[in-house]
């Protein structure tokens, strides 16, 4: 079996990489496929509190390219879900622990037991950013609708395409459709035009995200949750699937109306 | 940034700081003072020999030198002094002295000897202290953050963070908190973490973890 | 003037802060991309120019000078092309 590894990266800090990933791993999970999720922030390491795993950790990312223990050992199994492991980063050390050259023979070994090999990188675009991308195949860019992110999106973009990166795909997490209504937040065609770059979902800002962090359980589990369909959505497309974007619409309050009708009066 | 004259001895796995001997004593822990603050925190809990050429000095001296470094969370190993100096009767001295304290519980006794560094500060994620002998931590231990002890750890504070004692084997280690709610705890070969679901209810209790009968207990104790 | 941006805003005119964004957004990423560019990219364009140039008239290669420059919403190419003379039409 060869599976594919795919890097969730964004350049900026802040954006929703951690929870992208935790979710899109969980997601191909409930799907029935073995997924690894890899955290290489070390010294920052945190895909573990997200998933609820971090009472569990032994060994790391740094033990295993040290050959301080064996990929088996380090590898945490979740608590939920069959198929689902955590390779957590070290927090103790730091990034020039672990080369591109580690990172790409990691990759090679995780994906002869894996389908999917989630590599959830570091903000930045030092080296704990090419040791994440150095084993990919394909990279997922996440993105929000501000100027700073899309900037630093624009330059990750860039930095894959250098790099040789022949498949990059953009989320554009945390999105408000009632600012985007209203003419204060950019639109996903906004951002595609700027970013000239393939579009495999949207997710929306949700609250159920922060709840879900807290108690440390991936949204997608939650099926009430905007944001976990959104990313059970996106994985669905990971694996092949046509599926249609999610309608971002709230109910339009009577103000909303009024703005409408005269916007359409005044055309 | 190190100061010259502190050398890092990898082999015996401590540091070695020179003193310059032709000063008078008081000059000198000035001098060990600066040097030892300019020790980044990743030394915490070393072994540090202080070579003071062919000075000699008092045994109340020695043990000022030893305070200084047990106050920035590092061990005295010896004090290498060429002169006929009260080094190695200080060392011996260090090994018969009376326990250093001692945790009891409803039916146990738990010592500290005087392999034991003294830390006065808070550990936070990422940082990590590692020492073969005993850990006495004034300060919190957060969650990410690593302390390793060859023996027995006592945290006068609250331990979040993961915590391992006798991580060299010895299963008479002990971990003693003030506040004990660990991410993991490790005694010898055992790792435990609390149970999934809901977080265990805080208690007001000092507790301690020991192993007995092959498994880590926690119970109340009195310092 | 408070009022007059609500009319505007009502009137959904596009001084919306979303339009704002994607403007300085566009002239931001010229700047980075021509910075980060993988070879120098002023260079290669300064070379082309001149190849290009040179058919027609005959130029100061050393002097000749191409940068960016910003005024308040557009980007601008300048190019500054010393000539030293022009060349004989040529027929063919």
Redo the contacts between chains.
Sequence with gaps: MSGKVLVITSGKGGVGKTTTTANLGTALAMMGYKVVLVDTDIGLRNLDVVMGLENRIVFDIVDVVNENCKLKQAMIKDKRFDGLYLLPAAQTKEKTAVSPHQMRSLSAELKKEFDYVLIDCPAGIEQGFKNAIAGADEALVVATPEVSSVRDADRIIGLLEAAGLAISRLIINRIRPKMVRRGDMMDIDDIIDILAIKLIGVVPEDEVIVVSTNRGEPAVIDYTSKAGEAYRRIARRLVGEEVPFMVLDYNEGLFDRFRRMLKLAAR | MLCEDILIDRSRGGIVIRLDPETDFHTMKQQLKAKVQSIDGSLMGALVEIDIGNKLITRNEAREMEEILAQNGLQLRCIASKGRGPAPAVKKEMEQREPLFRLRTRDQEFTFSHETVLVKRNLR????LHHPGNIVIMGDIN??A?VVAGGSILVMGALRGMAHAGAEGDSTAVVAALKLCP??LRIANH?T??P?GEPIAETEDTEIAYIKDGKVVIEKFKI | MAFLDLINKLLGRDNSSKQVAKERLRLVLVHDRANTAPVDFLTALKEDLIRVISQYMEIDEEALEVTFSNSDNSVALIANIPVIKMRRAVNN
């Design positions: 994620s990422g940082q990590h969650p990410g690593e991410t993991q790792i973490r609390s999934d």
